[in-house]
């Protein structure tokens, strides 16, 4: 069975750090892999997904996250968190069923983000 | 395009009462999901509908759940005789499957409280 570990709970930075959020992943095949961000009373927003090709991704809102086969990881990274980006993050790993993708969430990571 | 609605934003219940929670997704999108969040873990898949198909419904939590899509567009996630364990955030997504893509992209919505006392 699929399964992702987000091994930190809570991340505390600066205002202008760089910033990286782990994620490590278990699946048998080639993994469909996402990030995802929640704000207080929003919906769950993708940052971005990886299916196959290059292993560096680049999703919205200056975020990036490189695909690790050999490692089994998808980390999040991001040069210099502003304060807007305080919220919930959610790596999660897909199966295909029927032609679209069913999403298996980490626990998510809590981004704390210091003025 | 107004994005995934979810209607109530919260709802507080006693235990043992039915609920009924109903999604309307972005107005083109022909597949709908629903998740349940308990607080501090990630999404927990529930269900989806192709158009007005059920086309995965095993993971459902119990007998006492049950989803319909009866004309393709909005969406109800319905339980019956609640129980406290039921208190969650129930998420509802949407998406538009050109053919047979498997690219893509789910948008969510706010979510339901759902308080069972």
């Known amino acids: 069975a699929q399964s992702v570990t987000q091994p930190d709970i809570h991340i505390t930075v600066s205002e202008g750090a760089s910033l990286e959020l782990r994620c490590n992943y278990s699946y048998g095949a080639t993994p469909y892999l996402f990030w995802y961000v929640q704000s207080p009373g929003q919906g769950l927003q993708l940052l971005l997904k990886?299916?196959?090709?290059?292993?560096l991704v680049q999703g919205i809102k200056g975020f990036e996250a490189e695909f690790k086969r050999s490692q089994s990881s998808f980390n999040l990274r991001k040069p210099s968190v502003h304060w807007s980006d305080a919220a919930e993050y959610f790596c999660a790993v897909a199966q295909t069923t029927g032609g679209s993708y069913i999403p298996t969430f980490g626990r998510g990571t809590s981004l704390i983000v210091h003025p | 395009d107004t994005g995934v609605s979810q209607d109530p934003r919260h709802k507080i219940t006693k235990r043992g009462q039915n609920v009924t929670f109903r999604c309307d997704p972005i107005?083109?999108?022909?597949?709908l999901y629903w998740y349940r969040q308990t607080l501090g873990q990630g999404p927990e898949f529930l269900t989806y509908?192709?158009?007005?198909?059920?086309?995965?419904k095993s993971r459902l939590l119990s007998n006492r759940f049950s989803a319909e899509r009866p004309k393709g567009s909005f969406s109800t996630l319905e339980i019956q005789r609640t129980e406290q364990g039921d208190s969650a955030m129930y998420l509802c997504?949407?998406?538009?499957?050109?053919?047979?893509?498997?690219?893509?992209?789910?948008?969510f919505g706010p979510g339901t409280r759902l308080t069972v006392l």
């Open positions: 107005s083109e999108h022909n597949r």
């Open positions: 997504a949407s998406s538009l499957v050109p053919g047979t893509g498997v690219t893509d992209t789910q948008y």
């Open positions: 509908f192709q158009n007005e198909a059920q086309l995965e």
């Open positions: 990886y299916f196959s090709g290059d292993t």
